[in-house]
């Protein structure tokens, strides 16, 4: 009987305590949310100052409209543009390989250069050494 009893007051409390405590977590979660939100906000309008300083409106005019964009309704509301611009191979893969071989050339004349400095320093060692 005792077992019974202590099990519905069990039951009963957590019945009652359950949504009490999910409604906090709710409202923790939405407030960590929203200053998120909020804080995202003030770093692209505190950038867009930064480049209308820097004499490029046209810049800071796409930063703020890309800020009102943004709605915490729908936080990945831009997910599926980004999606379908990586997906398609077309035009991007040619960016891309502009990109590779851009650094492949950059990184051959570094290598050159460091071969030029290391005859160079071998060729002046031994002059040294006498």
């Not at 960590?32 to 004499?55: F, P, S």
């Not at 960016?95 to 492949?104: N, P, Q, R, S, V």
Request: net charge neutral; aromatic share 4%.
């Amino acid at each position: 009987m005792l077992q019974k009893t202590t099990q519905w007051m069990t039951d009963r409390l957590v019945e009652r305590a359950l949504p009490s405590i999910g409604s906090f977590m709710a409202s923790a979660l939405q407030r960590m949310l929203i200053l998120g939100h909020v804080e995202h906000h003030n770093q692209l309008e505190e950038q867009a100052r930064r480049y209308e300083a820097a004499g490029k409106p046209q810049l800071a005019k796409l930063i703020r409209d890309g800020a009102t964009n943004l709605s915490l309704d729908d936080p990945f509301s831009s997910a599926p543009a980004i999606c379908e611009r990586l997906s398609d191979g077309t035009e991007n893969a040619s960016e891309l390989a502009i990109g590779i071989a851009d650094a492949t050339a950059k990184s051959r004349r570094s290598k050159k250069r460091a071969s030029k400095v290391d005859d160079n320093q071998s060729r002046k060692s031994p002059e040294l050494g006498e």
